[in-house]
């Protein structure tokens, strides 16, 4: 079994900077892709950013120069350095983590979620 335990968050002014936190544990023998995706009251789930286990990274438009992901694979570990903060990007945030635990089964995992809310 994998768990993802996210931290960081919480309520920053616009133009502020907030930093996610979400480190895996459990099983694991290796981690391909990892992920942030968000979401807003009354919209869907949209994917943030994700890095995969090489380095290179995805973002989502919206996010592009404001946002950083990156992860530390010895520590089993995703980060989201989110600058310029906007009233926008308020939503709850979640981890994802696509984990081999042996075998040839990938399975993907998700954190608790965490609340970002960016003030006007």
């Known amino acids: 079994q994998v768990q993802l335990v996210q931290s960081g968050g919480g309520l920053v002014q616009a133009g502020g900077t907030l930093r996610l936190s979400c480190a895996a544990s459990g099983t694991i023998f290796s981690i391909e892709t990892m992920a942030w995706d968000r979401q807003a009251p009354g919209k869907q789930r949209e994917l943030v950013a994700r890095?995969?286990?090489?380095?290179?990274?995805n973002y989502a438009d919206s996010v592009k120069g404001r946002f950083t992901i990156s992860r530390d694979n010895a520590k089993n570990t995703v980060y989201l350095v989110m600058n310029s903060l906007k009233p926008e990007d308020t939503a709850v945030y979640y981890c994802?983590?696509?984990?081999?635990?042996?075998?040839?089964?990938?399975?993907?995992?998700w954190g608790q979620g965490t609340q970002v809310t960016v003030s006007s």
């Open positions: 890095i995969a286990s090489g380095g290179s990274t």
């Open positions: 994802n983590a696509d984990v081999y635990s042996g075998g040839t089964v990938l399975r993907s995992y």
